[in-house]
């Protein structure tokens, strides 16, 4: 490696590594109650997003919950899907995965906001898929950590505003720790 640190060392001085080097946790506990997530998005699993073994690979997972996670914010904070300064960065994403999904279902992801924190959000998100026969299952659970920032991409304190938006969108309130 002559003489130059090993890529962890240099994550270790990340601004967000505090988010993601913490203690091995287990698995947060996620609300599977369909009622609790009042934000829903319904996605066609398309070609592209199949592997090798004919099921949708793990990267589209993400992609779902990511398209998810934008409509989320437009609709709770008016956010124009057009902004590139979107005052957050994902810090953490957990994925734990429960069945398969395969061409030719839709996907349905369900996300909700189940913590705010002085300076963090954590969203959860479920993933449904309907087959073209209509049986539906649940494919994943996601956790997401999502840290606000400031123009600079320091981390700054959670705009009182967003907070309150969740809180008036969200049907189950999400824990508040300072």
């Not at 967000?16 to 913490?22: G, P, V």
């Not at 009182?160 to 508040?176: G, K, T």
């Amino acid at each position: 490696m002559n003489g130059s640190k090993p890529l962890i060392d240099g994550f270790r001085h990340h601004r967000y590594a505090h988010s993601i080097m913490a203690e091995p946790q287990s698995p947060p506990a996620v609300n599977e109650d369909p009622a609790a997530y009042r934000h829903r998005l319904t996605v066609p699993v398309r070609y592209d997003d199949i592997d090798s073994l004919r099921h949708v690979n793990n990267k589209s997972y993400l992609a779902y919950v990511e398209d998810a996670r934008v409509t989320y914010m437009q609709r709770v904070f008016g956010m124009d899907r057009s902004l590139l300064s979107v005052p957050y960065v994902i810090a953490r994403i957990e994925v734990d995965y429960r069945a398969p999904a395969y061409y030719g279902d839709t996907m349905t992801v369900r996300t909700r906001c189940a913590r705010i924190g002085s300076r963090s959000f954590t969203l959860h998100s479920l993933l449904h898929r309907r087959d073209p026969e209509g049986a539906e299952a649940l494919c994943a659970r996601v956790v997401s950590v999502l840290v606000t920032v400031d123009e600079h991409g320091a981390s700054a304190p959670n705009d009182s505003v967003a907070v309150r938006s969740i809180l008036e969108y969200e049907p189950v309130a999400p824990d508040q720790t300072s």
